[in-house]
């Protein structure tokens, strides 16, 4: 039976069930914690960090993990500072127009500005080169101009995550998502709006991706035919008895499904990390952030080259995410021969701060000298929540920018976005910019990916079990534990070693994590922990679920390879099956004519069966038609064998650095 026409369920009705953390959980942005909670009190009255990134190994073996770390109460030259860094000119000419047209109201862009002056982390003045010592001796400083010692939390659910690009997914069906640990289903309703809400049918919560879009447009649960409208109301209960009945359960919050708010905006689906009352409000307040070089419509801003988003799930967490690709360094190494040589490229290079860290702007640094003999200065920065960007200015001009996304999904996952853009004739990474078929592209793409994966997935358990012994330790020695699910509790980073100053990209986002979020990803109740290290090719290098099959144009193509690989099976079949009837009767007419020799009591000298069927087949392919046959074969064959290893490569895509010689 179906509901009255009225009846509709907006987020600000449905009060229940719910998903994820309450929006008071925190306030807008999550309260507000004391310097003094982050660490002990340091010299100069400040606090030092305790954290491994930034203190010197308490047995000193003369290097540091990390830039010493203090956090300082504000100064007048410790809050100029950002004013004194170099600033990247394609950033700086956006943030001034967004300023201009007042911040936030333009598309894509933050409603903040970039340095948030009530709470700033910076990096002290750079040496006289300008460039962060070999030796990181320069510790990171925290300064607050704001209140006192207070400063803001990162709320990891209050924000825009990117989890799609539209033009890849297949509108026709719902699929499932999980977002910050909360399960998810994206579907596109029949106004053509996308949309999220809990994998929960308020019925008996069985997952509302396993349903159907109808072609009301609505979505359909198909385990006992509840229906929802965009907005979550339940239209629709076949089973009610009469009409007053539906009315009264449709009318009750609790029939509901809980809805996400969502949008498009830059070729890509958001989806604000919480649901239920007062979402839609908290949402409206914030604004996605898109690198200014892509329009609302996901094409490429005049004279930017923008070829399309691409994504992948990866077995590798968030954090890592980030940590992999602020860190120049490992490009030439871990990418050998896609996009660089392990063995000639890798030296040092200057790191300095060209945007200081801060809560809302993340940060950004400048290379002024890259291992890329073909790049005259690079930046690298990270914008809250999500987004990585990596320009390189290129010495005989243009730009290249790796725009680049992570939403963390569940514990050692992450959903990636991110495509390549050229700005004026930029180069880049010669792959990223070849003319290949999307469908190729996104497949070859995984060589790229599988490059850190294999080291990535394992990093983060290998770090994970390292943090689990070290709390063990100190739960023995009577120490607190840190609790990963406190806000107040901030994660110990990773005791990493780094003596070398090209690390400060991972430092910094160390620091971005540590001082402003918690030090990890905060997930929802209930979700499950991180898994243990995979061994199982077949898991750990899987594209099809990770990607293939949520993609529409590899799924299509994916369809389309096998029709032709069936269709070059039946050709080969007949060209085989041609070739032997023309040789048969070759052979045949061979044997007739000796026959009759021998019956004409010629010296005809008697050959065997298989000499006359070699005969008869050197007589066929030496025509013209034999030629056909035997080349349609062969094609066919090739065909066969090319749709063979493409389709295994959109299912499994194996690497290993120990054959990338
Ligand atoms: S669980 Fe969805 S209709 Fe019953
Ligand atoms: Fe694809």
């Not at 969502?262 to 649901?275: I, S």
């Not at 620091?511 to 990890?520: M, Q, R, V």
Request: hydrophobic share 40%.
């Amino acid at each position: 039976m179906k509901g009255p026409a009225t009846s509709s369920c907006g987020l600000r009705r449905c009060s229940a069930p719910f998903s994820g953390p309450q929006l008071s959980r925190y306030g807008r942005l999550g309260p507000r914690v004391g310097l003094a909670s982050a660490g002990s009190a340091g010299p100069s009255g400040g606090a030092t960090i305790p954290d491994c990134v930034f203190s010197r190994e308490e047995e000193d073996d003369g290097c540091y993990d990390g830039p010493e770390g203090v956090l300082q109460q504000p100064t007048p030259s410790s809050t100029s500072a950002p004013s004194a860094t170099p600033v990247n000119p394609l950033n700086a000419a956006a943030a001034a127009s967004a300023a201009g047209a007042g911040a936030g109201a333009r598309a894509g862009m933050p409603r903040v500005t970039l340095v948030n002056a009530a709470s700033v982390l910076t990096a002290t003045a750079p040496t006289q080169s300008g460039t962060v010592p070999e030796e990181p001796t320069q510790p990171l400083e925290a300064t607050s101009s704001g209140a006192g010692a207070e400063r803001e939390r990162f709320d990891w659910f209050a924000q825009w995550w990117p989890v799609a690009p539209v033009e890849l997914m297949d509108a026709s069906r719902p699929h499932p998502f999980t977002l910050l640990g909360q399960d998810l289903v994206l579907w596109r309703d029949g106004s053509g709006q996308w949309r999220a809400f809990r994998d929960a049918c308020p019925h008996r919560m069985a997952p509302l991706s396993e349903g159907r879009i109808e072609k009301d447009g609505q979505l359909l649960c198909a385990y006992h035919g509840w229906r929802f409208d965009g907005k979550g109301a339940c239209t629709e209960i076949p089973t009610a008895r009469t009409p007053d009945q539906l009315h009264r359960a449709t009318s009750s919050p609790r029939s509901c499904a809980t809805a996400h708010p969502t949008l498009q905006r830059g070729g890509l689906l958001w989806v604000w990390g919480q649901g239920g009352p007062g979402a839609e409000e908290a949402a409206a307040a914030k604004q996605p952030y898109l690198p200014p070089e892509i329009q609302a419509d996901g094409s490429g801003a005049p004279g930017v080259e923008a070829p399309g988003w691409t994504f992948r799930d990866l077995p590798y967490g968030h954090n890592y995410f980030i940590e992999n690709v602020v860190d120049p360094a490992h490009v030439p190494v871990s990418h050998h021969k896609v996009a660089g040589n392990r063995y000639t490229d890798p030296k040092p290079f200057g790191m300095e701060f060209s945007r200081p860290l801060s809560l809302e702007g993340g940060f950004e640094f400048r290379i002024p000298d890259p291992w890329r003999a073909d790049v005259a200065e690079s930046f690298t920065g990270f914008q809250p929540p999500a987004h990585v960007r990596i320009q390189q200015n290129h010495t005989k001009g243009g730009s290249t920018i790796l725009a680049l996304f992570s939403t963390p999904t569940r514990p050692g996952w992450t959903r990636h976005i991110g495509q390549q853009l050229r700005v004026g004739g930029g180069t880049g990474i010669a792959f990223f910019a070849a003319p290949l078929p999307k469908w190729l592209f996104h497949s070859l793409g995984s060589v790229f990916l599988h490059q850190d994966m294999v080291f990535l997935h394992h990093q983060e358990r290998i770090v994970a079990r390292e943090a689990a012994a070290r709390r063990e330790e100190g739960a023995g020695a009577g120490a607190t534990s840190p609790s990963p699910s406190s806000p107040s509790a901030p994660v110990p980073p990773p005791k990493y070693f780094m003596p070398t100053g090209v690390d400060r990209g991972v430092t910094a986002w160390r620091s971005w994590l540590s001082t402003f979020a918690g030090g990890d990803v905060q997930w929802a109740p209930g979700t499950p922990p991180l898994g243990p290290r995979e061994t199982d090719p077949t898991v750990l290098f899987d594209t099809y679920h990770t990607h293939t099959k949520q993609c529409v144009v590899c799924s299509a193509a994916l369809a389309r390879m096998r029709t032709v690989r069936s269709v070059a099976r039946a050709v080969g079949l007949l060209a085989a099956a041609l070739a032997v009837a023309a040789v048969a009767v070759r052979a045949m007419a061979a044997v007739a004519a000796a026959a009759a020799a021998t019956a004409a009591a010629t010296a005809t000298v008697p050959q065997g069966v298989l000499g006359t069927v070699v005969k008869g087949a050197a007589g066929f392919f030496a025509t013209g038609e034999g030629v056909f046959v035997a080349m349609l074969a062969i094609v066919a064959a090739l065909v066969v064998a090319a749709t063979n290893k493409l389709e295994r490569m959109m299912h499994i895509y194996e690497y290993s650095h120990r054959d990338n010689h």
